[in-house]
């Protein structure tokens, strides 16, 4: 299975601290008529870290019933223990999820060494009835999984990719060249897409995807093109906001833009705290510069 494209790693939409489904209907409606190649449910940026585990597998069914067929629901599965990853990914199988997502266990950082993170993915692929994507967020997790031990995963037979957060593009580069060509190596932000895509990424999983789906699917589709000054132009122009949606203020800025740009993101799960007026008015200059903010 090649996973390809811009896919959306989506905010959860909450309400009173509930999950608002109506919200969320809405929001896949607007994202399904994009060129979006699918989306990221319980990522980074779904917190989920916040949900319970019936609240997943209740997002992931209901995200699958409201998203076209032919777009790939992914779905974020890692959890601390090799035992969890396991029994909820097979929850997400069953929910219809098409690929799984797996963060790397982290809160016994020192003992996360090459040789265990790659028993823990390998088993969980030995047992994932669908494909799995390694995922390295080293900015949350405090672990960076290495470019030569995502290439020895890259011959597992269900393990299908990589979404790598770290902005290391040398790093990213390396796993490019060392994997099979039919091993999906992401770009984890959008503000590198565009030397990942040179490079030979597969695509992108990106936060900013939220918010401005088109001008990031515009990026990868012209760098796939060869129109590298078009793309170039693109890139830059989405880094201040990326930044914003991300580093400066995370999960709360980018639920803060995804209001502004039309759609509901409302206020993250507490402890977060929702992004402040300053951020706010940051945010809506940027979205603003790029046309598109529309309150």
Same mark, same amino acid.
């Given at each position: 299975?090649?996973?390809?494209?811009?896919?959306?790693?989506?905010?959860?939409?909450?309400?009173?601290?509930?999950?608002?489904?109506?919200?969320?209907?809405?929001?896949?409606?607007?994202?399904?008529?994009?060129?979006?190649?699918?989306?990221?449910?319980?990522?980074?940026?779904?917190?989920?870290?916040?949900?319970?585990?019936?609240?997943?597998?209740?997002?992931?069914?209901?995200?699958?019933?409201?998203?076209?067929?032919?777009?790939?629901?992914? $779905? +974020?599965?890692?959890?601390?223990?090799?035992? =969890? !990853?396991?029994?909820?990914? %097979?929850?997400?199988?069953? #929910?219809? *999820?098409?690929?799984?997502?797996?963060?790397?266990?982290?809160?016994?950082?020192?003992?996360?060494?090459?040789?265990?993170?790659?028993?823990?993915?390998?088993?969980?692929?030995?047992?994932?009835?669908?494909?799995?994507?390694?995922?390295?967020?080293?900015?949350?997790?405090?672990?960076?999984?290495?470019?030569?031990?995502?290439?020895?995963?890259?011959?597992?037979?269900?393990?299908?990719?990589?979404?790598?957060?770290?902005?290391?593009?040398?790093?990213?580069?390396?796993?490019?060249?060392?994997?099979?060509?039919?091993?999906?190596?992401? $770009? +984890?932000?959008?503000?590198?897409?565009?030397? =990942? !895509?040179?490079?030979?990424? %597969?695509?992108?999983?990106? #936060?900013? *995807?939220?918010?401005?789906?088109?001008?990031?699917?515009?990026?990868?589709?012209?760098?796939?093109?060869?129109?590298?000054?078009?793309?170039?132009?693109?890139?830059?122009?989405?880094?201040?906001?990326?930044?914003?949606?991300?580093?400066?203020?995370?999960?709360?800025?980018?639920?803060?833009?995804?209001?502004?740009?039309?759609?509901?993101?409302?206020?993250?799960?507490?402890?977060?705290?929702?992004?402040?007026?300053?951020?706010?008015?940051?945010?809506?200059?940027?979205?603003?510069?790029?046309?598109?903010?529309?309150?």
């Amino acid at each position: 299975m090649l996973i390809k494209g811009i896919f959306a790693p989506i905010a959860t939409p909450f309400v009173d601290g509930e999950i608002s489904y109506d919200h969320l209907a809405k929001n896949i409606a607007k994202w399904s008529e994009t060129g979006l190649a699918g989306l990221v449910v319980m990522g980074s940026n779904g917190e989920a870290a916040y949900l319970d585990e019936d609240e997943k597998v209740e997002m992931w069914a209901f995200a699958r019933k409201h998203m076209p067929s032919e777009k790939l629901l992914i $779905a +974020g599965t890692g959890q601390e223990s090799t035992r =969890a !990853t396991i029994r909820l990914t %097979k929850k997400a199988a069953q #929910a219809g *999820a098409g690929a799984a997502l797996v963060l790397s266990p982290s809160y016994f950082k020192a003992n996360m060494t090459p040789a265990a993170l790659e028993r823990f993915y390998s088993d969980v692929a030995d047992e994932s009835p669908i494909p799995v994507l390694i995922y390295n967020m080293p900015g949350n997790t405090g672990v960076n999984l290495t470019s030569s031990l995502v290439i020895r995963l890259s011959t597992h037979p269900n393990i299908a990719g990589v979404k790598d957060s770290s902005g290391n593009i040398v790093q990213i580069s390396e796993t490019i060249a060392g994997s099979p060509d039919d091993f999906s190596v992401f $770009a +984890g932000s959008a503000s590198f897409l565009l030397p =990942a !895509t040179v490079m030979g990424a %597969k695509g992108g999983t990106l #936060a900013t *995807a939220n918010v401005v789906p088109d001008l990031c699917v515009k990026i990868f589709e012209l760098a796939l093109e060869g129109k590298i000054e078009e793309a170039r132009e693109s890139q830059r122009s989405i880094l201040r906001l990326n930044t914003l949606v991300t580093a400066k203020y995370g999960v709360a800025g980018l639920k803060a833009a995804l209001d502004m740009a039309g759609y509901f993101g409302g206020d993250p799960r507490k402890p977060m705290l929702p992004a402040s007026d300053e951020a706010r008015a940051e945010i809506r200059q940027e979205l603003e510069k790029l046309g598109r903010a529309v309150r």
